[in-house]
């Protein structure tokens, strides 16, 4: 099930769309890094798409995907529940970008238009940067100071990429999949 | 603590205790939701005013009770222990909320596990968040201490928390 | 201003400006907020927002624990509306699991959704009139939050951190006084906000703080991702609850106040007027509510008190009670197999069974068991979701990865004023000292939500 969105962006840069899917009505498109901000770019100014709300900016680290704990003795009868008729589910959702650590997802929306799109840029882990959107978005500012912060993913071109939410003692990057939910680096008292 | 009380020097005390404990100057150290209730219990349902505590002090240096309300992270623990510093004896400290008492339900890299382990803790308010009922009943206790202080001393040394604590 | 006179050339003055610590420990910084500004007398030239000092690990908790086990985390994100948030991440693990809750459930949630609204609109207009001076009208508000809050546990059982939605419908359904006490409730939540506009909307010490200070244009406010009155106060119209429609409310007739300037003024307007919107929702919607099951229905069994159906079921002896139905009040969790229609979602893989069957018969046993012992529990598709819902600060967008494993993998929350912070150091550069006060307090940050 294709749409105007979708489509719209895979006439104009077929060579950069490497997926897209519409899993439970959103629309999604998976995009070469190199591309993003010829991209994002169009998805701005072109008039037919208009996107002019940057939603969000977040990432996800997919090495543990698959990996949870070992399910209990008769767990597997539990089958995820299907989706009921209300939502057609004729597009799977196609999984996680092979053999490829993070992705980062942004949100888009139109206000005049009222559609929204999410871009997925998969990432590696050695060389973990993006070209950043400040210069198109001023919220692409903290969101991305927070994506750097979490997971440790530069952005090029970025005025101030600086941890956010953590101080600038703290090592490490808590969301990753290998931080460990409470190791803390205290500054003052103990660990405890 | 006295070296030879008498009678009257202990009655001495006992008066300037309750007129302490009734002209309390707090200072919120706000953070979080916890904060919430504590401005219901200040306001008009559940007033603390008629407690002698209705006033706060917005700064350290002029308030006697450190009122710690809301999760403490480790960003703002040395900001706490200023604050702590910087108020003068005799001071007390409340610890509003679970998160401030042991950590609450944030047992990960960010949250301080009770603050106790940063600044000395009088009264402890559980509850995520306590009532104001609950409140005002934590408020009443350290009244008591603060009413028998010159008598009976500062607060006791605390018990040593272990190194590392297993579940 | 710091002056420096040398000995030699007593006319030539040095000027520098002062950097100002608006620390974290402030009043008026709501806690924990640091703004380090750069003054020149009275006049700010640049502003530094430093955030952070309450964050919590709300996503990294969110990988630990189960889907309905984040409930009580997204309380206290944002924690004065906690029912949007409940209401947003259920919705958006609903979307993922392809499930749709009963129409009465809906409108439960609605209902409850824009009592927290009101409650949050009351709590940031209050605030900020106690930061200028106005502690009465702070007062007045409380006052009325308090006869919101006790409307809300009388339905949930807690005033504030309510944990009151769950993946597949909510916990229990509204008590039968409810719309009684909801109209007294309303009506002295009228009158407080009659006082309090008499005693700011024209007051002139209000007016010369309020109005000119804190003006954002309206393609600044999309650049920076900015939602919700915030938003709308420059006159761009758009709000989740209409543009893009969930829940019941395309149903529900209301009005969303847009302003004209984009200053601190209008956005107080649009926050009062928001706040009658939302209850001309609620009444809106419990006049059209669908009727919930009668306690005792007569058609699936005879009523038994539920204390005696537990001592009986413990005892083994599940003849007396097989098809009955217990009495219980319709706020305990669990209650009723009359209630379940009305508040749940017939997916025996998402929802807990009635008690009565869960002690009656193995079926309901198994899906007790199935749901709640560790290892197994609800186990949604793999897939990504996003869906936004109406907060009281703008877009509050949940976005969920989950790998078909009994806890999420991924839940990133989209928080709102997270936005309104960022283009902070741009609204206040250019303003005077004292205009910090009254556009931080319209800004509305919550840091549980801000800082997560």
Known sequence: MTSVLIESVTDRFPDAVSASHAYRGDQTVVVRPEFLLEIARFLKEDPALQMNLLVDVTAVDYSAFGKGPAPAFFASSGVAVKPSSQIQDEDPWPGPPEKIRFTVVYHFYSIQHKHRLRLVIPVEETEAALDSLTTLWAAADWLEREVWDMYGIRFNGHPNLKRILMYEEFEGYPLRKDYPVNKRQPLIGPVN | MQNNPSFLTTRLDKAIGWAQKYSIFQYPFVTACCGMEYMATACSHYDVDRFGAGLPRFSPRQADVLFVVGTISHKMAPVLNRIYDQMADPKWVVAFGVCTCTGGFYDNYATVMGIDTIIPVDVYIPGCPPRPEMVLDGLMKLQDKIQDHRVNGRRSEPEPRPEVFEV | ????????????????????????????????????????????????????????????????????????????????????????????????????????????????????????????????????????????????????????????????????????????????????????????????????????????????????????????????????????????????????????????????????????????????????????????????????EVLANPETGRPIPAAQMVDLAKMGEIEPISGGCAVVGPTLEGSGRAQRSSIAVDEKRVFLPPKEDAYGNIEGLMQQFKLVMLGHGLRPPEGEVYFPVEGANGELGYYVVSDGASSAYRVRVRPPCFAIMSALSMLLEGEMLADIVPTFGSVNMIGGELDR
């Not at chain 3, 924690?79 to 392809?98: D, F, H, R, T, W």
């Not at chain 3, 769950?166 to 906000?193: M, N, Q, Y």
């Not at chain 3, 543009?243 to 004209?260: A, E, H, I, K």
């Not at chain 3, 939302?278 to 009444?283: K, P, Q, T």
Request: proline content about 5%; hydrophobic content about 40%; glycine content about 8%.
């Open chain 3, 1 to 292: 201003m710091e002056t420096e006179q040398t000995a030699e050339k007593p006319a030539e003055l040095e000027i520098r400006e002062m950097m100002l610590n608006i620390g974290p420990a402030h009043p008026a910084m709501h806690g924990i907020i640091r703004l380090v500004v750069n003054l020149d007398g009275e006049q700010i030239h640049d502003a530094d927002v430093e955030i952070g000092f309450l964050h919590r690990g709300f996503e990294k908790m969110a990988e630990e624990v189960d889907y309905n086990g984040i409930i009580p985390y997204t309380d206290r994100l944002n924690y004065v509306s906690p029912l949007i948030n409940n209401m947003g991440y259920c919705m958006a693990v609903e979307k993922l699991l392809g499930i749709s809750v009963p129409q009465r459930c809906h409108y439960i949630r609605v209902i409850l959704s824009e009592i927290s609204r009101i409650g949050d609109h009351l709590t940031c207009v209050g605030a900020t009139a106690m930061e200028l001076g106005a502690f009465s009208v702070f007062l007045y508000m409380i006052k009325a939050r308090e006869f919101l809050w006790e409307l809300v546990e009388m339905v949930t059982g807690a005033r504030m951190t309510v944990s009151f939605c769950r993946v597949g419908g909510v916990k229990a359904d509204l008590p039968e006084a409810f719309p009684g006490d909801c109209a007294e409730a309303f009506k002295e939540v009228r009158k407080v906000i009659a006082e309090s506009d008499g005693l700011l909307t024209r007051n002139r010490i209000f007016v010369d703080r309020m109005d000119g200070t804190g003006i954002i244009s309206a393609e600044d406010a999309i650049s920076y991702g900015i939602t919700g009155p915030f938003l709308r106060s420059t006159g761009v119209e758009y709000d989740v609850r209409k543009d893009c429609p969930y829940s019941v409310y395309d149903q529900l007739p209301f009005d969303v106040p847009v302003g004209t300037r984009g200053d601190n003024m209008d956005r107080y307007l649009v926050r009062m007027e928001e706040m009658e919107q939302s209850m001309l929702i609620v009444e809106a919607a419990l006049r059209d509510i669908p009727p919930g």
